[in-house]
């Protein structure tokens, strides 16, 4: 009987909770801030949404953050993408704390497609990934560097351990990248200063040589990618977060 009367109760109960949830997206979202929302991902091109990527990450190293502007209300806006989503942008970026797209970008749930991974390497996952986010309609790429990042400082240490081992060899050859570029460049070479760990403005260099050379292989190993790049269809841009100023530096498309 007591069996009975509890089944009775957690079933009244859970029903309850269930009317309640989808009874709050009734009253705060209506069909016109659902297709405002759908409508924004089909007018947006790929210049719009880098210009609004921009944008937000100003406000958000300036201390204006406002989650992406529509809605400033996060229930809202959680609602509003929970009846389908409509992101703009893939960021490929590092596992850091410090780095997390949605906060960097000052965006809010439903506006970006995110894929993370220590220093921000490519593999087969990863690509398929990006692949996911841009045949769901993401214009733009990003594929996010940043400063002071450990898997660039450790593969310049030359880190063997465990799994970390296998990442950090895919660091490497971005390594290799930055000392040749330096050679080349003297003046430059010169203004970064010692090639070791401890030097923030060696480690930044490697960072975005790290980023370009991901960006490279998205589009060499990808088809889907390159094609969508070729034709305008996407943009994928390198990028290097500074982590001690707040801004994003994107780095000059090709
Ligand atoms: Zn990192």
């Known amino acids: 009987m007591n069996l009975i009367f509890l089944i009775l109760i957690s079933t009244v109960l859970h029903t309850s909770a269930i009317q309640s949830a989808y009874g709050r997206t009734s009253k705060f979202t209506s069909n016109e801030t659902i297709e405002t929302y759908r409508q924004r991902q ?3 091109t790929p210049p719009s949404i880098l210009s609004w990527l921009q944008d937000g990450n100003i406000r ?3 201390g204006k953050a406002n989650h992406g502007g529509y ?5 809202r806006r959680m609602q509003i993408a929970s009846q389908g989503q409509r992101p703009l942008a893939v960021v490929l970026s590092c596992i850091d704390s410090r780095t997390t797209p949605e906060l960097i970008f000052d965006t809010s749930v439903g506006d970006l ?4 991974v220590g220093a921000n390497v490519v593999n087969d996952d990863i690509i398929g990934s990006v692949e996911i986010a841009v045949e769901s309609g993401a214009k733009v790429v990003i594929i996010l560097g940043h400063t002071d990042c450990g898997g660039i400082k450790g593969a310049c240490s030359g880190l063997e351990l465990g799994h970390m081992t296998q990442l950090l060899d895919r660091v490497k050859p971005a390594i290799n990248s930055t000392n040749v570029r330096l050679d080349l460049n003297p003046e430059l070479s010169m203004f970064v200063g010692e090639r070791v760990v401890s030097n ?3 480690i930044a260099e490697i960072s975005h040589d790290n980023a370009e050379a991901s960006a490279h292989q998205l589009l060499s190993r990808s088809s889907i990618l390159r094609e969508k790049f070729k034709s305008g269809e996407i943009v994928l841009i390198s990028a290097v977060y500074n982590v001690e100023t707040g801004f994003v530096t994107f780095n ?3």
Request: aromatic share 14%; hydrophobic share 25%; charged share 35%.
């Open 42 to 44: 089909d007018d947006a």
């Open 60 to 62: 958000f190293a300036s």
């Open 71 to 75: 809605p400033r209300n996060t229930q």
């Open 113 to 116: 497609f995110t894929a993370r």
């Open 200 to 202: 923030r403005r060696y």
């Open 252 to 254: 000059p498309q090709k």
